[in-house]
């Protein structure tokens, strides 16, 4: 028997390459590739190295929408004339896990409400982005942030392994146009396909240890109450300042920029680049007013853009648990152990989620 469910389809994994290869034929293609022991978002030449095995890359997808280091215009400082020599390409990034998908959801809410950045608009106008499912590891905490399973606002096609093939979900009309250039590579949904599929979303539940999720209940309030706890300097203590944790993370998106001269002086570059509330003179303003004067204020601060200052702005947690911050601070400073101290778990527990 046949479902005809519009919004889904199936691939028969065998004729994923053969997508790759016809998706490399009309976009810039970017997915993730084995780099030494660790992963990361390439541009895509031979489809053979796409990685479809992997936790997290070292850095999120966001690059591809927000450069880390990109020129916003030049201008001549006589004239005063401004010129950009900007254009966004037409992309496809392939093989994002869902905590990231979650994580560019926050960035469109950053970028393209209130005060809409033309920029970014041209780039996700043409980025088409395609997810796929995941297990997680011990550094994973998507389940408490609600980011485990896509949820259908801002993705094109979501690929879920069941097995023999990937169950298709088409969450735009980008997604449609796709599966419809590509019909011949995908069938109908049967019965046992959406058994296979709520199977498959079980299993990554149960996939969790319950040791590596915080309670993230009422976090807002929390670390609201918890401004002057000891935890705060006890963790700060150890902090490097190196802003690891601020530059892996899918959510953080602080720029700074600086103009540029070339050597004849008739022409100016501004230049922007990512920064981190991490570093010691991110606070420092003209006046020489310093907000974040101590490494235990900057290291709080992280945790009330997060758990507080976002759902006040944008009403979602400013955490997609992708576990980065944790998995690459340098320090060992685990966000999972700081949200369970501040919550006043024992320190046995503690012991268990650390070791
Ligand atoms: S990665 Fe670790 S050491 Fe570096 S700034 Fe963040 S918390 Fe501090
Ligand atoms: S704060 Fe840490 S765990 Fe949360 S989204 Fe950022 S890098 Fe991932």
């Not at 560019?104 to 796929?132: A, F, M, Q, W």
């Not at 979303?201 to 993230?216: C, G, I, S």
Request: glycine share 6%.
């Amino acid at each position: 028997m046949e479902f005809h469910i519009d919004r889904a389809k199936v691939l028969p994994k065998a004729n994923l390459w053969e997508l790759l290869e016809g998706l490399k034929k009309r976009y810039k293609l970017i997915a993730p590739v084995k780099e030494g022991e660790k992963f990361a978002f390439r541009e895509i030449s031979d489809v053979s190295s796409v990685e479809l095995n992997y936790t997290r890359t070292i850095l999120p997808p966001k690059k591809f929408l927000l450069p880390y280091r990109r020129e916003r215009f030049s201008y001549d400082p006589e004239t005063m004339e401004f010129k950009s020599s900007f254009k966004a390409e037409e992309q496809v990034i392939f093989g994002i896990h869902s905590c990231d998908l979650h994580g560019i959801s926050i960035l469109d809410s950053i970028h393209l409400k209130e005060n809409p950045d033309p920029r970014y608009l041209e780039v996700r106008r043409k980025t088409i982005l395609i997810g796929i499912s995941c297990f997680p590891d011990e550094y994973c905490f998507c389940l408490s942030t609600g980011t485990a399973f896509p949820d259908g606002a801002n993705w094109d096609l979501f690929l879920t392994d069941v097995g023999p093939d990937y169950f298709v979900s088409i969450g735009s009309p980008k997604g449609d146009e796709i599966v419809l250039t590509f019909k011949h590579l995908f069938r109908e949904i049967e019965k046992e396909d959406l058994e296979l599929y709520k199977r498959s979303t079980a299993k990554k539940k149960r996939a969790f240890n319950e040791e590596n999720l915080p309670d993230l209940e009422r976090i807002s309030q929390l670390i609201e109450l918890e401004y002057d706890s000891p935890v705060w300097e006890e963790e700060a203590k150890r902090c490097l300042g190196c802003g690891t944790c601020t530059n892996t993370c899918p959510t953080c998106f602080c720029y700074t920029s600086v103009d540029v001269p070339d050597l004849t002086g008739k022409e100016v570059k501004r230049i922007e680049f990512i920064t981190s509330c991490q570093y010691p003179y991110y606070s420092l303003v003209a006046g020489e007013h310093y907000f974040k004067p101590t490494r235990t204020s900057r290291f709080r601060h992280r945790y009330y853009h997060k758990f507080v200052g976002y759902p006040y702005q944008i009403e979602k947690l400013g955490c997609v648990g992708c576990g980065r911050c944790t998995a690459e601070c340098p320090a060992g400073i685990s966000m999972v152990k700081t949200i369970k101290r501040l919550r006043g778990v024992d320190e046995k527990e503690l012991r268990e989620v650390t070791e």
